[in-house]
């Protein structure tokens, strides 16, 4: 695929439009459908299109595979942390009224956080599987 | 009225799409069939206003699951071996427990119950306070991310550890030869 060059244009057209979008699911999800599983999904279709269309060894250029392990972590430390922080202000786990100074920013700003470690694991685990069994194939 | 027959319609060619992808030998299109399965199910989620599963099941079922499993018949070929047994024995195991699953159907609320316990338990209370409470207007990101904190953050573990079994059973190799393609001053 990667010397079709309808698909290799395509693709770089569509990638960022398919980022953003990401993007917007996610940061989108408290008012609509949409929050940090499907984000993650779609973020990770992104960069799985670009290891199709130009190869798994660009797509391991792009992402080197030690940044993917830390980030696979990085995201349910950020959605753990959040919980160990509130405890920390002197309530309980996961009560994000603490957070703010009054309940309602403080759900805002614990949800908006949560969902975010949400969609950092989900993409980063899927790029990482793609890259697992899709890698295997290189010569 | 026209709902039912949209549920008609989607449900039967779900079961259509299924026995498809039983009979058919061909990985490739048995993948083409799970993508069917897996878009009408997200239609059928639509239908029934859960917009939230739909979106996932659309992300996740149709475009990651088709590219893992084409990415794997790229592995192992995309043809069926023939099985070295008769399949009569799997077939009646599949039988029973299938006709035990309906068998425990029938004890459950009927669909769109609303004396149904599972309307009647925890739901009134964070749809009724879920506003005040978080001023989030999606109330299935309400629940979800803070009234169910736990459990998400369980889920999140799930899929952290399904990456990370990944990383220790197939692993991911490192770049070779960066400095042919690339020398390093």
């Known amino acids: ?139 | 009225m026209l709902i039912e027959a949209i549920n008609i319609v989607l449900l039967g060619m779900l079961v259509l799409t299924a026995f498809a992808a039983v009979r058919l030998h061909d990985l490739f299109a048995v993948t083409m069939m799970f993508g069917i399965y897996s878009l009408l199910a997200a239609v059928v989620f639509v239908v029934l206003d859960a917009v939230d599963v739909a979106f996932t099941e659309a992300a996740v079922g149709v475009g990651i699951s088709t590219i893992l499993m084409l990415a794997t018949i790229g592995l192992v070929g995309r043809h069926e071996q023939r099985p070295a047994h008769r399949p009569l024995l799997p077939l009646l195991v599949v039988a029973v427990t299938g006709a035990a699953l309906v068998y425990g159907t029938l004890d459950m609320p009927f669909f769109a119950d609303p004396a149904a316990p599972v309307h009647q338990h925890v739901a009134p209370y964070y749809l009724g306070k879920s506003p005040e409470q978080t001023g989030i207007p999606n109330v299935v990101t309400s629940i979800l991310a803070s009234y169910r904190g736990y459990d998400t953050l369980g889920e999140l573990a799930v899929i952290f550890t399904a990456g990370v079994g990944v990383l220790a059973l197939l692993g991911l190799r490192r770049r070779k030869r960066p400095s042919k393609e690339r020398p390093t001053p």
């Open chain 1, 1 to 139: 695929m990667r010397d079709n060059p309808v698909l290799r244009i395509v693709a770089k057209i569509i990638i960022p439009v398919i980022l953003l979008f990401a993007l917007y699911v996610q940061f989108h999800g408290d008012f609509g459908p949409g929050g940090g599983f499907q984000a993650g999904a779609i973020f990770a279709a992104g960069f799985i299109l670009y290891g199709l269309v130009f190869g798994t060894e660009a797509l391991r250029n792009a992402i080197p595979p030690g940044l993917l392990r830390f980030v696979i972590a990085l995201g349910l430390v950020l959605y753990a942390g959040v919980g160990a922080t509130t405890m920390l202000l002197g309530s309980d786990y996961l009560a994000y009224g603490a957070l703010a100074h009054d309940l309602i920013s403080g759900q805002h700003l614990g949800i908006f956080l949560v969902e975010l470690g949400v969609g950092i694991t989900v993409s980063a685990v899927i790029v990482t599987i793609f890259l697992a069994f899709a890698g295997r194939n290189d010569p």
